[in-house]
């Protein structure tokens, strides 16, 4: 997979030393105990599991998919080399937990209900990058819609189950 490829390739080489916060970022393949919310939802519902959510599910969280994780990774590496400030990568919309909870219900065709648990106190309510700096100096901003992403990582944990 090329996404795979180039993100052993970039952790393996050197390169040059830039900053970047990258937050949320999913994709297929990835280990079924990565631990993501969009990985454990969307297990949760293939096994037929209830989906739990931590806190009153009032949090949001913002998810990128890897290529275009990928994408910013390889505009910055093509930046000039006087470029060197740290760059949030990421979606900057906000995305309610319990809609992505539904909608991986929905999606996967499971019965299962939502079941609130208690939020870890150091996990933040919000989650939302600001991608000023990523649109200004690499021309950068999130390309694929989560719906399309969130379909191809459902699709392939359904052959991992």
Same mark, same amino acid.
């Given at each position: 997979?090329? !996404?795979?490829?180039?993100?052993? =390739?970039? *952790?393996? *080489?050197?390169?040059?030393?830039?900053?970047?916060? #990258?937050?949320?970022?999913?994709?297929?393949? &990835?280990?079924?105990?990565?631990? !993501?919310?969009?990985?454990?939802?969307?297990?949760?519902? =293939?096994?037929?599991?209830?989906?739990?959510?931590?806190?009153?599910? $009032? $949090?949001?969280?913002?998810?990128?998919?890897? #290529?275009? =994780?990928?994408?910013? &990774?390889?505009?910055?590496?093509?930046?000039?080399?006087?470029?060197?400030?740290?760059?949030?990568?990421?979606?900057?919309?906000?995305?309610?937990?319990?809609?992505? *909870?539904?909608?991986?219900?929905?999606?996967?065709?499971?019965?299962?209900?939502?079941?609130?648990?208690?939020?870890? $106190?150091?996990?933040?309510?919000?989650?939302?990058?600001?991608?000023?700096?990523?649109?200004?100096?690499?021309?950068?901003?999130?390309?694929? *819609?989560?719906?399309? !992403?969130?379909?191809?990582?459902?699709?392939?944990?359904?052959?991992?189950?």
């Amino acid at each position: 997979m090329r !996404g795979d490829a180039l993100l052993r =390739l970039l *952790a393996a *080489a050197p390169v040059r030393d830039q900053g970047r916060s #990258d937050l949320h970022t999913y994709r297929p393949p &990835m280990h079924p105990n990565d631990g !993501g919310v969009m990985c454990n939802f969307i297990m949760q519902a =293939l096994r037929g599991d209830d989906i739990t959510i931590y806190g009153s599910g $009032q $949090q949001a969280r913002s998810f990128c998919y890897v #290529d275009d =994780l990928i994408e910013a &990774m390889i505009r910055m590496m093509e930046s000039p080399a006087d470029f060197m400030r740290p760059v949030n990568i990421g979606n900057p919309g906000k995305f309610s937990i319990p809609k992505l *909870a539904e909608l991986i219900i929905q999606m996967t065709n499971s019965k299962r209900k939502l079941i609130f648990k208690r939020f870890p $106190q150091y996990d933040p309510k919000q989650r939302q990058p600001d991608i000023t700096l990523a649109k200004s100096e690499l021309s950068w901003e999130v390309a694929l *819609a989560l719906e399309t !992403g969130r379909e191809k990582t459902i699709t392939y944990f359904k052959t991992v189950i």
